[in-house]
């Protein structure tokens, strides 16, 4: 088991907004990694948020047990990159496949492995006008298995508990079509996500929130505990919020794109 997370600045390249460019590299990172994809990779296009910097394409290839991410800020001049597997790959590869295809400042972004077996407490110094969130990593032993319904549930309700942005409902899959495997559930909140892979036969589930906006992280133990009991907990400081000259006017766009954000409130 392995969980990267790349935060990739000074990347000027204009794929970071080609939809078809981002789709080919999360196939091509799954093929070179020797990684098991579970479905086409998943592109949303965002572009009318409450923060004007922050536009750009989050996108997600579910794997066996785990994902693959990509969320880029065009005018930032950086993207993220997130993989979590169940089985191992090797992150310098990683690093060299995100060179090759997006070109990023190495000596400026960070790279971080986490194997997901610590239990810590964290506070952590935090400026929201400058700071991206911090990504919160947990494996929790279920109570009993969790079905696709339940996964679907939880993911809807808990972004308004720590009072995130929506841009998706939930997306929940199994990993094969017979006997499976493997039940993850992922949605896409303001240019970030939140994940939950769940492994049938050791009947733990995988809690991920990759946020770049502050939230609470003391009340997120107290909500996922529900499913069961919390055996490892992680909290992994992000990066700086690079800005750029470019600017662009707020658009009506904001208020028709989000209705259906209160269709369903």
Request: proline share 5%; aromatic share 12%; glycine share 4%.
């Amino acid at each position: 088991m392995k969980h990267t997370m790349i935060d990739c600045y000074g990347s000027k390249n204009h794929s970071l907004e080609n939809l078809v460019y981002i789709n080919d590299t999360l196939n091509k990172i799954a093929y070179n990694l020797n990684l098991d994809p579970i479905a086409t990779p998943y592109l949303i296009p965002y572009y009318y948020g409450s923060v004007k910097e922050d536009i750009g394409v989050s996108a997600f290839l579910l794997l066996k047990g785990g994902h693959i991410t990509i969320h880029t800020f065009p005018l930032r001049e950086c993207y993220f990159v997130d993989v979590f597997s169940v089985k191992d790959f090797d992150s310098e590869l990683l690093v060299g496949l995100l060179q090759k295809f997006l070109p990023f400042n190495i000596n400026i972004s960070t790279v971080s492995t986490s194997d997901r077996r610590k239990f810590e407490e964290i506070e952590l110094p935090f400026d929201p006008n400058n700071n991206f969130g911090p990504h919160y990593l947990a494996e929790i032993k279920m109570k009993k298995d969790l079905t696709m319904e339940e996964c679907f549930d939880f993911l809807d309700e808990f972004v308004y508990q720590i009072n995130m942005d929506p841009i998706t409902r939930p997306y929940v899959i199994k990993d094969k079509v017979e006997n499976s495997n493997f039940l993850s559930g992922i949605i896409i909140i303001a240019q970030s996500h939140i994940s939950i892979h769940y492994d049938y036969q050791k009947k733990h589930a995988y809690f991920d929130i990759f946020s770049c906006a502050a939230f609470d992280y003391s009340k997120v133990e107290s909500f996922i505990c529900k499913l069961g009991e919390v055996i490892s907990n992680e909290l992994v400081v992000r990066g700086t919020k690079h800005k750029t000259n470019t600017m662009i006017e707020p658009e009506p766009m904001k208020q028709i794109s989000s209705m259906w954000q209160r269709n369903i409130r």
